[in-house]
Nanobody
């Protein structure tokens, strides 16, 4: 089992920055990938970014490329999402989630197509609200 708790959401103005943090606890994370997703009112939950815990490799959705940065801190067991130049359309509840990676040739296989698919994630946090005013 992996437990996840998000923090760092809030109300900001357009153009501001915000750092979300996801604290992980439970078993070893060596074969885990952590993703950030968001869900705006009336819309489906969508992929934002993901990172492999062991390799640090990352994937991003097009909406966040160049503005969002996902990173992990192995010592603190956290995965952060730094969001710069926020826009009103970034307003949503942000969730972090974890997926178990398949071991291929002795290493966790972090595949882009699976990183973007919320059905691949078996562990979810409760979410944190981000509101960007214009």
């Amino acid at each position: 089992q992996v437990q996840l708790v998000e923090s760092g959401g809030g109300l900001v103005q357009a153009g501001d920055s915000l750092r979300l943090s996801c604290a992980l606890s439970g078993r070893s994370f060596n074969s885990v990938a952590v993703g950030w997703f968001r869900q705006a009112p009336g819309k489906e939950r969508e992929f934002v970014a993901a990172i492999s815990w062991s390799s640090g490799n990352t994937y991003y959705a097009g909406s966040g490329k160049g503005r969002f940065t996902i990173s992990r801190d192995n010592a603190k067991n956290t995965v952060d999402l730094l969001m710069n130049n926020l826009k009103p359309e970034d307003t949503a509840v942000y969730f972090c989630a974890a997926q178990d990676l398949e071991i291929v040739h002795g290493s966790p296989a972090f595949l882009e197509v699976r990183s973007r698919d919320l059905k691949e994630y078996g562990y979810w946090g409760q979410g944190t609200q981000v509101t960007v005013s214009s």
